[in-house]
Nanobody
Framework: QVKLVESGGGLVQAGGSLRLSCAAS????????ARWYRQPPGKERELVAT????????NYADSMKGRFTISRDNAKNTVYLQMNSLTPEDTAVYYC???????????WGQGTQVTVSS
């Protein structure tokens, strides 16, 4: 059974940091790219960052460049999102995603809430 489970969300003050984790199971995690998305309250889901299967290339949405870092540990089947210099605008539910050709739309986690207070 394909499964992605996020953790690490919570309440943090503006300027603070959080590290999100996403544990994958049920498929060969190491051969697929992974992504983090987020959905702010009342807004559409948006792409935050992408990492290749080997972790050698990453890409970020413009507003996250320099503040967020995506990484992965294929030995642990886990992808991470380090978030620094958080602002209230980063408040959202954060989801990890793997584009799996055998799962329509890819695999999604259940999401983890990040709330940044001013």
């Amino acid at each position: 059974q394909v499964k992605l489970v996020e953790s690490g969300g919570g309440l943090v003050q503006a300027g603070g940091s959080l590290r999100l984790s996403c544990a994958a199971s049920g498929f060969t995690f190491s051969i697929y790219a992974a992504r983090w998305y987020r959905q702010p309250p009342g807004k559409e889901r948006e792409l935050v960052a992408t990492i290749t299967s080997t972790g050698d290339m990453t890409n970020y949405a413009d507003s996250m460049k320099g503040r967020f870092t995506i990484s992965r540990d294929n030995a642990k089947n886990t992808v991470y999102l380090q978030m620094n210099s958080l602002t209230p605008e980063d408040t959202a539910v954060y989801y990890c995603h793997a584009l799996l050709p055998f799962v329509k739309g890819g695999a999604w986690g259940q999401g983890t809430q990040v709330t940044v207070s001013s």
